[in-house]
């Protein structure tokens, strides 16, 4: 079974840190990743798809990386609103989230 | 507006049955594929199954298989997620969600609906 795995776990951040999560695919996903955000008892949204495309409406201060096994989400300069959990999940064959990594205050 | 709601949670005996919808708007429905995602407690997001636009194809994770049916009416515009044979690790908010293709993020999700399996 392909699996998805993202580090840290958890992140503890101040306002204006850029911020790096790493998510590692056991199997190549060719570009098939995206990243979602999710706050507490809200649904998940979609941040990036096909591993760098941003969705429309999230800031430029997101963007993502990465292609085969090995990808990153990156936020150049963390905004109060960004404090949430983020996910990664592969859609290349079948469809696997990684286990999250949550983003703290620090 | 794109819109995904979803009803038919609630509490369900272990080795019962429950229904879940999803009622969609805003977007042309029989040419997006239609996922369920769920969350057990205080844990991360799992993928439960998915069926194309026309219906055909259905996919399942291994730990819905054979137990979980997702079908779709068109003409409704809705989605269905049948699951029979509950456990209680089937415990969890339901969420249903769209994609433009197969091989797509899933773009739009609805609010989710709590299932909670226990005798």
């Known amino acids: 079974d392909l699996q998805m795995t993202q580090s840290p776990s958890t992140l503890s951040a101040s306002v204006r840190d850029r911020v790096t999560i790493t998510c590692r695919a056991s199997?190549?996903?060719?570009?098939?990743l995206a990243w979602y955000q999710q706050k507490p008892g809200k649904a998940p949204k979609l941040l990036i798809y096909?591993?760098?495309s941003l969705e429309s409406g999230v800031p430029s201060r997101f963007s993502g990386s990465g292609s085969g096994t090995e990808f990153t989400l990156t936020i150049s300069s963390l905004q109060p609103d960004d404090f949430a959990t983020y996910y990664c999940?592969?859609?290349?064959?079948?469809?696997?989230f990684g286990h999250g990594t949550k983003v703290e205050v620090k | 507006e794109v819109q995904l709601v979803e009803s038919g949670g609630g509490l369900g005996q272990p080795g019962g049955s429950l229904r879940l919808s999803c009622a969609a708007s805003?977007?042309?429905?029989?040419?997006?594929?239609m996922s369920w995602v769920r969350q057990a407690p205080g844990k991360g997001l799992e993928w439960v199954s998915t069926?194309?636009?026309?219906?055909?194809?259905?996919y399942y994770a291994d730990s819905v298989k054979g137990r979980f049916s997702i079908s779709r009416d068109n003409s409704k515009n809705t989605v269905y997620l049948q699951m029979n044979s509950l456990r209680a690790d089937d415990t969890a908010v339901y969420y249903c969600?769209?994609?433009?293709?197969?091989?797509?993020?899933?773009?739009?999700w609805g609010q989710g609906t709590k299932v909670t399996v226990s005798s």
């Open positions: 999940q592969q859609y290349n064959s079948y469809w696997t």
């Open positions: 969600a769209n994609s433009q293709w197969l091989v797509a993020a899933f773009d739009m």
């Open positions: 805003g977007f042309t429905f029989s040419t997006y594929t």
């Open positions: 199997q190549n996903v060719s570009n098939w």
């Open positions: 069926i194309s636009g026309s219906g055909i194809s259905t």
């Open positions: 096909k591993a760098s």
